[in-house]
């Protein structure tokens, strides 16, 4: 076990279509070489002794590093073999993402793995529907932070919102927040079973008292991400705690329609093929 722990393993490259100059790639191009003085790359270039496309291809490198510490893959897949997770961790590294979001089980093994290594490890309780009992939520929270969770996300009851129950579910999320002591807290809002006007009340009680690091909109059993909802809670939270996009991706574009309606990170089990994506789009920058 320990020999896994410190093995690298090699990262099989996903297979990527041939890159077509689409409305796609030419998102990908305004978002790494939007500069506000147009002649900058140029100066930049001719200071260096290279061609534009050379410096427009190293800006993207550089600006696409900045865009994995957005990224938190989500692992939550428990089938899967111990090499065959240790494998997916290697991917979180090798792009430098900004953490991976695990099962309260797979906490204690990720976080041997990936220690000094700059990559988070945040575990997501009671996931995906938040009606386990306050009691086991509780537990799970205990045994993540005992095996080195650096950050938790609590998944709301919907049933406790749709019952109009707000005091009680804001003293759940307090109490789950005491257990997880320094940990960052962030929460999970199934936006399938919610709407934005049931949820406002809950959010805005929690959020004000500087709790929540985070607030992350997905819509269960869909996976597409909310975009939506990630522009409402932005416009809701008001600086008090950052908002993430949440849900599975099909390009890198989705990525950036994201940031651009205020999500400041992004959760989604499809980070590595983003990375690998964007990797192969930043080479053609310069053409």
Do not use: W
């Not at 089980?105 to 988070?120: D, I, M, R, T, W």
Request: aromatic share 8%; charged share 30%.
């Amino acid at each position: 076990m320990e020999e896994v722990n410190n093995e690298v393993i090699e990262i099989e490259e996903l297979p990527i279509d041939e890159l077509e100059e689409n409305e796609s790639c030419k998102a990908i191009k305004e978002y790494f070489l939007k500069e506000e003085n147009p002649s900058c790359m140029k100066e930049l270039a001719d200071l260096f002794g290279q061609s534009e496309g050379e410096m427009s291809k190293e800006f993207g490198v550089f600006k696409a590093k900045k865009l994995y510490k957005k990224l938190n893959f989500l692992i939550v897949d428990n089938t899967l073999f111990y090499e065959e997770f240790i494998k997916r961790l290697n991917v979180a590294v090798k792009y430098g993402f900004k953490g991976v979001t695990v099962l309260p089980n797979s906490v204690k093994k990720a976080k041997q793995f990936l220690v000094g290594k700059g990559v988070e490890v945040r575990t997501i309780i009671d996931y995906p529907l938040g009606e386990e009992l306050l009691k086991s939520r509780l537990q799970s929270v205990k045994t993540a932070v005992k095996n080195g969770a650096d950050s938790i996300v609590i998944t709301l009851p919907t049933s406790l919102i749709k019952n109009a129950e707000y005091k009680r579910a804001v003293k759940e999320f307090n109490k789950l927040s005491k257990v997880a002591r320094k940990c960052k807290i962030s929460l999970l809002i199934d936006f399938l079973k919610v709407n934005f006007n049931e949820v406002k009340p809950f959010i805005e009680s929690v959020t004000a008292k500087g709790k929540v690091y985070s607030v992350i909109p997905y819509n269960s059993f869909l996976s597409v991400m909310n975009f939506v909802a990630v522009k409402d809670l932005c416009e809701l939270s008001m600086h008090s705690c950052i908002v993430e996009g949440a849900g599975k991706i099909e390009s890198a574009t989705e990525i950036i329609t994201a940031l651009n309606n205020g999500a400041s990170e992004i959760l989604s089990p499809d980070c590595p093929f983003i990375a690998q994506e964007l990797d192969g789009k930043i080479n053609t920058l310069n053409t």
